[in-house]
């Protein structure tokens, strides 16, 4: 069974903290991404991975960098979190050639 | 641009069929997929189309595109309490990374 994991299910935090969200698998996929879920608004890609050190823009980047320096854990760090960055995110990776993206539980972030 | 739409919300009642609707603007999308997610979950792809095909059945599952509206619709027959969760539309131009998504559509099944 592939398994996609978070470091935290809740998580609160301060305005102005750096904030560290972890994803990990276990399946050697190259490809990893971060999404947040708002309501109303669906999932949207934060950042991209798709291998080791390599990383591309999604649609909303901005306030938001990440991190891989191993294939099988990919980080996303808000610099100094606001509270606009209350939301679900979401990891999910998969292998390169394949369709399927397969998620990880998400982490509810609140910056208070 | 892209833009996937779904309506948010849809009640049934147990044993009735469920029709969730998804429309989306991107004529050169070739995959489309649905995910599930119940609470507290991550999304897990229930079943996906390639573009073109015009149905595709997976036990309990019909999905249908109708290419020239640019529809897609996942039916689920004989629906149980254990479908509840929101349902997302999400599509693709290929099998790049890049899926856009619906907003979700919360299905409620009443007892």
């Known amino acids: 069974d592939v398994k996609v994991t978070q470091s935290s299910r809740y998580l609160v935090k301060r305005t102005g903290e750096k904030v560290f969200l972890e994803c990990v698998q276990d399946m050697d996929h190259e490809n990893m991404f971060w999404y947040r879920q708002d309501p109303g608004l669906g999932l949207r890609l934060i950042y991209f991975s798709y291998d080791v050190k390599m990383k591309e823009k999604g649609d909303i980047p901005e306030g938001y960098s990440v991190s891989r320096e191993k294939k099988e854990r990919f980080s996303l760090i808000l610099e100094s979190a606001s509270t606009n960055q209350t939301s679900m995110y979401l990891c999910?990776?998969?292998?390169?050639?394949?369709?399927?993206?397969?998620f990880g539980p998400g982490t509810r972030l609140t910056v208070t | 641009g892209e833009d996937v739409e779904q309506s948010l919300f849809l009640s049934v009642r147990e044993g009735d069929s469920s029709v969730i609707n998804c429309t989306y603007t991107?004529?050169?999308?070739?995959?489309l997929y649905w995910y599930k997610q119940e609470p507290g979950a991550g999304l897990q792809l229930l079943t996906y189309i390639f573009s073109n095909m015009d149905m595709k059945q997976d036990q309990r599952l019909t999905v249908l595109l109708n290419k020239k509206d640019k529809h897609l619709s996942l039916r689920i027959a004989d629906t149980q309490t254990g479908d509840s969760a929101i349902y997302f539309c999400a599509e693709s131009m290929d099998s790049s990374y890049k899926l856009i998504f619906g907003s979700g559509t919360r299905l409620l099944v009443r007892p």
């Open positions: 991107d004529s050169s999308s070739t995959y």
């Open positions: 999910a990776s998969r292998f390169a050639s394949s369709y399927e993206q397969y």
